[in-house]
């Protein structure tokens, strides 16, 4: 019985090649043809979207559950500063409570080229929209642990600061949505100018409606051969949306990772959950790889901000204006008593002459 369902199988074959013509030698070829020259249609185009061949989880620049490398030993990773406090769910940089500021700073310095950072965080509190404040931003910076007003961080840093400020300052117009996210590149010399929501100094972002969201929130910042892509994830689609796209972005090796957060007389919570660094290997050429050491954090072609970034000596802040204002009145207020005096002495003068 073996012997016959053995012997049966090479006239199967040969039905089934009748039945197929599919099967056949010239067939195949054509079909193998087909294949090949699909693939070589493809290829280029899956080539552009995969930049980078893998990504690795760097455990040292991460921050997740359950924390166990935050705090004050010799052997965390992370530092806290000011209000920031940790919980099994989040760490909270600021409380809803006036005048807090907070952050979370990585103690390892960070040497890789190419990276993708990806924030899951959570802004919330009992205040009505545009009746909440500040917001919160995540870093790369030759700086850390300094206090200041950009968020809870130093002014005129030196590296990259993505804001996600949740509160008009100047921009009441509406002309822009709230909370929105911006990208500023400092040189430890701009001046981010808080009052004005960083329009000086922005070099592209977008609106993200992150505060008191339903779903998680999520914020994506990938560097890959000087090219910095900010993503967001918001609305619970489980998929990310541009937000902003710098090219011949440059940053200096052995900055820190830090996030932080600030509330003034308005307030909100403002949490991180988590922040995953992979490290992602990309393919160069040689050119590529002999590039320059950079020392000083810059962009290469600042004509693609043009009407985004603005000079700041051409502009005149409020504190100039003020200033301006005082000292033109303080000028007129002495030349009328310098031309009161004046005339006083020429009217006596005068009356003396008929005496």
């Known amino acids: 019985?073996?012997?016959?369902?053995?012997?049966?199988?090479?006239?199967?074959l040969r039905s089934l090649g009748f039945l197929c013509p599919m099967f056949r030698l010239k067939n195949l070829r054509q079909l193998t043809c087909l294949f090949v020259a699909v693939w070589l249609l493809l290829s280029p185009s899956l080539a552009q979207e995969q930049d980078f061949m893998e990504d690795f989880l760097k455990r040292e620049y991460s921050l997740v559950k359950p924390y166990r490398g935050l705090g004050f030993s010799s052997s965390s990773q992370w530092d806290l500063m000011g209000t920031a406090m940790v919980t099994p769910d989040y760490v909270r940089l600021t409380p809803d409570l006036q005048s807090r500021q907070g952050a979370v700073w990585s103690r390892v310095p960070c040497y890789l080229r190419d990276w993708e950072l990806k924030v899951h965080f959570k802004i919330s509190g009992q205040g009505k929209k545009n009746f909440n404040g500040d917001g919160l931003a995540l870093w790369l910076?030759?700086?850390r642990m300094q206090n200041g007003p950009v968020f809870g961080n130093m002014n005129q840093f030196t590296g990259l600061g993505i804001f996600v400020d949740t509160y008009p300052?100047?921009?009441?117009?509406?002309d822009r949505a709230f909370p929105y996210i911006s990208v500023m590149l400092g040189n430890g010399t701009l001046t981010y100018d808080h009052d004005r929501d960083g329009r000086t100094t922005e070099l592209g972002?977008?609106?993200?409606?992150a505060r008191n969201s339903i779903y998680d929130t999520f914020l994506l910042i990938r560097y890959v051969k000087n090219r910095l892509t900010v993503m967001t994830d918001v609305e619970g689609k489980q998929e990310w949306k541009d937000c902003a796209d710098i090219t011949g972005l440059r940053l200096p090796l052995g900055y820190f990772f830090g996030a932080s957060s600030a509330t003034g007389?308005?307030?909100?919570?403002?949490?991180?959950i988590s922040m995953k660094l992979y490290q992602l290997s990309v393919e160069r050429t040689t050119e590529e790889e002999e590039q320059e050491e950079v020392l000083l954090p810059r962009v290469d072609n600042?004509?693609?901000?043009?009407?985004?970034?603005?000079?700041?000596?051409?502009?005149?802040s409020g504190v100039h204006l003020f200033?301006?204002?005082?000292?033109?009145?303080?000028?007129?207020?002495?030349?009328?008593?310098?031309?009161?005096?004046?005339y006083g002495r020429?009217?006596?003068?005068r009356r003396k002459r008929f005496y």
């Open 302 to 316: 600042m004509d693609q901000f043009q009407g985004k970034v603005e000079v700041e000596d051409e502009g005149t």
């Open 141 to 143: 910076t030759k700086e």
């Open 169 to 174: 300052n100047i921009d009441k117009s509406h």
């Open 323 to 342: 200033f301006t204002f005082l000292f033109s009145v303080l000028g007129l207020g002495v030349l009328a008593v310098v031309g009161l005096i004046v």
């Open 1 to 12: 019985m073996v012997a016959a369902v053995t012997k049966s199988n090479p006239n199967r």
């Open 346 to 349: 020429w009217k006596e003068n």
């Open 265 to 272: 007389d308005l307030s909100d919570n403002h949490d991180i």
């Open 205 to 209: 972002g977008c609106t993200a409606i």
